[in-house]
């Protein structure tokens, strides 16, 4: 949805334009968090107030934690916990589970539909300690030891700097507090590609990962860089990402209260807009509106191989040594995974999922959803994800 609406914002006319612009690029990004339902109603009249991780967990009586990590090259994360459930308390305690979101998700992503219905909390519900995991730049951390938003070099990272600096530092962090030698990890879309990398570069975590779940794995984009909108982008992204770094935009489509009022006003049930909001969403994802729940659904790849950024000939000569970036060797991933994939996801084509898996060396699960039109969203958001996928990965992490 974001690209296609930078596009139009780019060509139309002044007036609508500014109006797009102010959704791609707030000038007031960040929303106010508040922790309970009472503070929320306090605050009704204010439209930069959303209930935070903690608030969304325990207005259902769940338990949750926040932690806070600093990692090495100095950005604030922060990490939630889910320890048990009111439904698990007499159960035997069991193992942890880590989830990582994918791209502009958070951990809110894994807990915004509710008890029975989010991976996270029937999870819980079966004893597992579930932590899950938020990376640079989202919408929880968003600060730095020395370095500010507004700042170019904050934003100076991709998804090779968040497996081996944060996922690997908040598993570390993780096992540490729970005196736990390993986990099992799921992640969903770029959360399957930072434990790809961090685990081709960092293979000591093989004995730290017991069981990857990779969800809509995104690694390689030969098929989904054929596809009408991400060609646009293939084919401009120099120019798009020039553009942008021009115009001092590193931050694209955040959460703003700009959004949750358009989301408010025109995607709610019952208006004969939600199927435009719809509509832009399976522009982005695929099409899937069977399973779509409406009322909670509200830079440079190498498409040739799975390798780390490319700065372009000249500075990769300088970085790497070599005028395209090395790929990553998927043959130092040892630990158990599983794939799981859908044949309606724009963002993850079976094609690419099949290249994925022929240079895999060990896995113990290899799994299409079975339902034509399930999409790169409904992993966390469809009506029936517990029937349809939840209770088989619950299934596999009991027999690990």
């Not at 807009?273 to 729940?293: D, K």
């Not at 898996?357 to 896995?363: E, F, G, V």
């Amino acid at each position: 949805m974001n690209y296609i609406l930078l596009f139009i914002a780019l060509i139309l006319p002044a007036n609508v334009s500014c109006f797009l612009r102010e959704l791609l690029f707030p000038r007031k990004p960040i929303l106010n968090r508040v922790r309970t339902r009472d503070s929320l109603q306090v605050r009704l009249a204010d439209d930069t107030a959303v209930l935070d991780f903690v608030g969304l967990v325990q207005q259902y009586n769940y338990p949750a934690e926040e932690h806070n990590l600093t990692t090495k090259d100095g950005y604030n994360l922060i990490i939630h916990r889910i320890p048990d459930s009111p439904k698990s308390k007499s159960l035997k305690k069991k193992s942890v589970v880590f989830l990582q979101h994918g791209v502009f998700g958070s951990s809110d992503s894994w807990v915004l539909i509710g008890p029975d219905k989010d991976l996270a909390f029937i999870l819980a519900d079966q004893g597992y300690d579930v932590w899950i995991g938020n990376v640079r730049g989202n919408s929880y951390c968003r600060s730095h030891q020395e370095l500010s938003t507004s700042d170019r070099d904050f934003w100076k990272f991709s998804y090779h700097e968040i497996a081996i600096f944060d996922v690997a530092e908040m598993i570390d962090y993780v096992l540490n507090e729970t005196n736990e030698k390993s986990l099992t990890y799921i992640g969903h879309s770029m959360g399957s590609t930072v434990s790809l990398v961090l685990l081709s570069e960092k293979p000591e975590y093989n004995e730290k990962i017991k069981l990857l779940f990779n969800l809509a794995p995104v690694a390689y984009w030969n098929a989904i860089s054929q596809r009408a909108i991400y060609s646009v982008l293939v084919k401009y992204r120099d120019l798009l990402k020039k553009f942008l770094e021009t115009i001092e935009v590193y931050d694209l489509m955040p959460q703003s209260s700009t959004n949750k009022i358009l989301a408010k006003e025109f995607c709610r049930d019952n208006l004969p807009t939600q199927e435009i909001c719809v509509a832009l969403i399976f522009a982005n994802v695929g099409i899937s509106p069977h399973q779509l729940n409406k009322l909670r659904s509200c830079w440079k790849f190498s498409y040739e191989s799975f390798s780390q950024y490319d700065y372009g000939y000249i500075d990769n000569f300088k970085i790497y040594g070599k005028k395209r970036p090395p790929a990553y060797n998927l043959k130092k991933i040892t630990t158990n995974v599983a794939l799981i994939y859908s044949d309606n996801d724009y963002f993850t084509p079976v094609e690419n999922v099949l290249e994925l898996k022929k240079r895999l060396p060990n896995i113990v699960f290899f799994g299409k959803i079975d339902y034509d039109t399930f999409n790169h969203l409904d992993y966390l958001f469809a009506q029936d994800a517990k029937e349809l996928l939840y209770n088989r990965i619950t299934k596999l992490i009991s027999q690990y």
